[in-house]
């Protein structure tokens, strides 16, 4: 199983602030891609998956470079409720492939 | 909105015994996993399940776990000897009919080993 790397971080934001992650996989046959939130001691909750023409959820934008094999997570106006770790995945993309986390991103924003 | 059900929140047991860890997936759903998160670190993949038989398994799944699916509605896995590294979070997953939706997941069930 290839990996998915993300850095750790903390990243500390003052609300208001626009943050991005990045995050690279290695297994170049990864056909979805995702990102995933996870609070303290919770179940990974689905961000927005990330589509290759890029998309966009409210204050929060998901790019995808296939040829680099390159995600990244732009979140805009930053609230304090956004504090958590957010969890770049990919999967092959068949129903029955499990998903390949990374270790997260660990997102704090300071009011 | 349905959900993934796990039960229990928190299981501890001793070194070398038998646990089964019992998880509701959503009720239209067919594809079913499992993934463990020690503390501190990613979540890994497990298993997954479809059609009643396993699909994938990753190299953590060794003899020591297996999975069912013994009625219509529940998933188990179970854990024959349990060792003190298999503390973890361990979390169920399912995913919609289609089989390429975003997989949705349990709040998961806490193991401690003694």
């Known amino acids: 199983r290839k990996e998915v790397e993300q850095d750790p971080g903390p990243f500390n934001v003052p609300e208001g602030a626009t943050v991005a992650f990045n995050c690279t996989y290695s297994?170049?046959?990864?056909?979805?891609f995702f990102w995933y939130r996870q609070d303290c001691r919770k179940e990974p909750k689905l961000l927005m998956s990330v589509y290759s023409s890029g998309n966009e959820d409210g204050r929060f934008t998901a790019q995808l470079n296939r040829a680099s094999q390159y995600i990244s997570l732009l979140i805009r106006d930053s609230k304090l409720s956004d504090s958590a770790t957010y969890l770049c995945?990919?999967?092959?993309?068949?129903?029955?492939?499990?998903?390949?986390f990374g270790k997260g991103t660990h997102l704090i924003i300071q009011p | 909105e349905p959900e993934v059900t796990q039960t229990p929140s928190h299981q501890v047991t001793q070194m070398g015994q038998e646990v089964i860890l019992r998880c509701v997936p959503i009720?239209?759903?067919?594809?079913f996993y499992w993934y463990r998160q020690i503390l501190g670190q990613k979540v890994e993949f497990l298993v997954s399940f479809y059609n009643n038989e396993i699909s994938e398994k990753s190299e953590i799944f060794d003899d020591q776990f297996s999975v069912e699916r013994p009625d219509g509605s529940n998933f188990t896995l179970k854990i024959r000897s349990t060792k003190l590294e298999d503390s973890a979070m361990y979390f169920c997953?399912?995913?919609?009919?289609?089989?390429?939706?975003?997989?949705?997941f349990g709040p998961g069930t806490r193991l401690t080993v003694l």
């Open positions: 995945v990919v999967t092959p993309g068949r129903g029955a492939d499990g998903l390949t």
């Open positions: 009720s239209n759903h067919l594809y």
């Open positions: 297994n170049s046959a990864s056909q979805s």
């Open positions: 997953a399912s995913i919609g009919t289609s089989g390429y939706n975003e997989q949705f």
